[in-house]
């Protein structure tokens, strides 16, 4: 037997998102960004969607409260999770595992679309020839990379959960490959399914298995219901080689 849900969040909006987005409307080449990747914290909007998820959580205790509290080792995710539990009164220390960690870049990391196009136009056309799930920049990751840390990663909590609620705080890629290896997809099925949907800052994404065996059913997907009475945040496109 293992976990019988996964509550998968995203973290609340970050500086990063902030500005890669300003940099993507202004059509600039580079982003902004004064910190490694791994050290991003969350906006003043960010943190407020982090206690919002709080909110969210104590008010799902009729699902159980989370048996098991994971989270990316990235700052942005940290914060998120440890705002949310202070407001939501659960008392746990979040595991932190690296390989919940976001999707690295490598050479197109602070790169908008504009950027990778004129600074390494054959990376641009090698990922258009791949595809986005089997695309690896330099010195960066797949799509199909952090699938393989999923697995790793969901052998371990269902020894550690067994027949209980995981709560898992991640990033938008990392969110969409759980539907992918958790729901048994394959390439084009997951990739139609990023290409209309988004996983929101802070948004809350429930796998199901009643029987702690199988195959998972996604019971909600970015449900961000618990973020209606804050600012509109700004739009953070999903997972790409740009951001």
Request: net charge negative; glycine share 8%.
């Amino acid at each position: 037997m293992g976990a019988r849900e996964l509550w998968l969040v995203r973290h609340g909006e970050s500086t990063a998102n902030v500005q890669a987005t300003a940099a993507q409307e202004a059509g600039d080449e580079t982003i902004e960004v004064e910190w490694r990747d791994a050290d991003v914290p969350l906006s003043p909007l960010g943190e407020q969607q982090a206690a919002a998820l709080g909110a969210w959580i104590a008010e799902h205790a009729e699902f159980g409260v989370p048996n098991t509290v994971w989270s990316s080792s990235y700052l942005r995710a940290r914060q998120t999770i440890e705002i949310a539990l202070a407001e939501a009164g659960v008392e746990m220390t979040p595991r932190v595992d690296e390989r919940l960690r976001d999707r690295e870049l490598g050479i197109l990391d602070r790169l908008t679309a504009v950027g990778v196009e004129a600074r390494f136009p054959e990376e641009a056309a090698r990922r258009r020839w791949l595809g986005k799930f089997y695309y690896r920049p330099p010195g960066g990751e797949s799509w199909a990379d952090v699938a393989l840390r999923i697995r790793s990663f969901l052998a371990d909590v269902d020894d550690v959960d067994d027949e209980g609620t995981a709560l898992v705080a991640a990033h938008d890629a990392v969110v969409m490959l759980f539907l992918y290896v958790c729901g048994e997809m394959g390439e084009e099925e997951i990739l139609d399914f990023a290409q209309d949907h988004t996983v929101t800052n802070a948004s809350v994404t429930r796998l199901v298995r009643p029987s702690g065996q199988g195959r998972w059913r996604v019971a909600t997907f970015a449900e961000h219901e618990h973020l209606d009475a804050l600012a509109a945040p700004t739009e953070h496109p999903g997972d790409t080689d740009d951001q």
